[in-house]
């Protein structure tokens, strides 16, 4: 997000939002909490000292060997991570390549949000294109076989077309952005496990957030839902591109050291981390540009997410942003307060400052601590 990027005082607090996405661990560390590898590296010296003390002479060529290991592993290191740089760089160059290829959206899935979207929407224009997609119509039947939806607890739903009359219209506004989103989500973060349930949580938090703060201002809830919902689109497709470039080119390299017979550079290569850092530099760099420019491939008509997403990405005022992005941008603000306030990762002036500058007033504060914005409330006739 532009404004809390542009932000001298917001960004650390944003860095440090997207770091506790990737792992806690991570957040930590980059705020200070933990260092680990100092108290290491001070045990290190202190016994390197004790030997030097002893045999000053008979440990000279290990250091000298130590120092060049290091050195080694340094230069494979930096060559490494640039080359996954330089990959990952033209995956996200080629937008159509990462829309179609990378999350594999369907064009089914954004037709359907259309339908949503006007006051003529029926499930019987919705069906056909429900059908299309195996993955929707898995998660609809599940949906309503749940033992608190369904109708009689004798009879299990096995047809889409019979879920979809289940769920209903007003339902599906909430289930079809939340499915879509979850369709998208990496299969796997490792070795960042715990990565997909947090953007996954979040997203939701938003979604519901940006829907109760909607409702209290009398906008379309419906608009506000799946545009906080999409507005993580961008650190979904950041976190699998990046993923999937950096296996990919890990793999192939420690194939090749081993077929080559290369024990020095295998050992290293073994020895490096999935680079958080570099994760974490794609995010901030990408995360809400890639949103904006997936959800504009979707090319929304009557669904008026596309403006509300660009600004997001792009605005550096919140007062010229609309008023669909205003309410995003409070969602996110708040979420984000929320998720680093859990952990204790954020100082009281630091909360006020992030508060602020998404714009949110007391009531809007409120409103949100009052509100259930981790559920999903579905209300089955």
């Not at 004790?50 to 060049?68: D, P, R, S, V």
């Not at 003529?120 to 309503?144: F, G, Q």
């Amino acid at each position: 997000m532009h404004i809390f990027e542009n932000n001298k005082l917001v960004l650390p607090i944003y860095n440090r939002v997207l770091s506790l996405a990737i792992s806690k661990d991570f957040a930590n560390q980059k705020n200070g909490k933990i260092n680990m590898t100092k108290h290491q590296d001070s045990e290190q010296f202190n016994r390197r000292r004790e030997l030097l003390a002893i045999e000053e002479e008979a440990n000279k060529n290990k250091i000298i060997q130590a120092h060049g290991e290091e050195h080694f592993k340094t230069q494979v290191k930096n060559k490494f991570y640039k080359r996954v740089n330089n990959q990952v760089n033209k995956v996200f160059d080629n937008k159509e390549n990462l829309y179609t290829n990378v999350l594999k959206i369907e064009d089914a899935a954004p037709s359907i949000m259309e339908i949503l979207a006007v006051k003529a929407a029926s499930i019987n224009r919705i069906t056909p294109l429900a059908k299309s997609l195996p993955w929707l119509c898995n998660e609809l039947i599940n949906l309503v076989n749940k033992p608190q939806y369904r109708k009689r607890s004798d009879i299990q739903v096995t047809e889409p077309s019979l879920a979809l009359s289940y769920v209903g219209l007003d339902n599906l506004k909430l289930v079809m952005p939340t499915f879509m989103l979850k369709h998208w989500l990496p299969t796997s973060t490792s070795p960042y496990p715990l990565m997909k349930r947090k953007l996954w949580n979040d997203s939701l938090s938003i979604a519901l957030a940006s829907q109760r703060l909607a409702k209290e201002e009398g906008l379309d809830e419906f608009t506000a839902f799946t545009a906080g919902m999409l507005s993580n689109l961008g650190l979904l497709a950041v976190t699998r591109g990046f993923l999937d470039a950096y296996s990919d080119l890990y793999n192939k390299d420690l194939r090749a050291a081993y077929d080559n017979k290369d024990k020095k550079l295998h050992d290293v290569l073994v020895t490096l981390d999935t680079a958080p850092d570099l994760l974490l530099e794609q995010l901030l760099e990408r995360s809400s540009k890639v949103a904006a420019d997936m959800v504009e491939l979707m090319r929304f008509d009557r669904l008026q997410i596309t403006e509300p997403l660009f600004d997001l990405a792009y605005a550096t005022d919140i007062k010229h942003m609309c008023p669909i992005a205003k309410l995003v941008t409070k969602a996110k603000a708040y979420v984000a307060f929320r998720s680093l306030a859990k952990e204790d990762l954020i100082s009281t002036e630091e909360a006020k400052t992030l508060l602020m500058a998404g714009r949110l007033t007391k009531t809007d504060i409120s409103l949100l601590k009052k509100s259930d914005i981790d559920h999903i409330k579905l209300i089955f006739n």
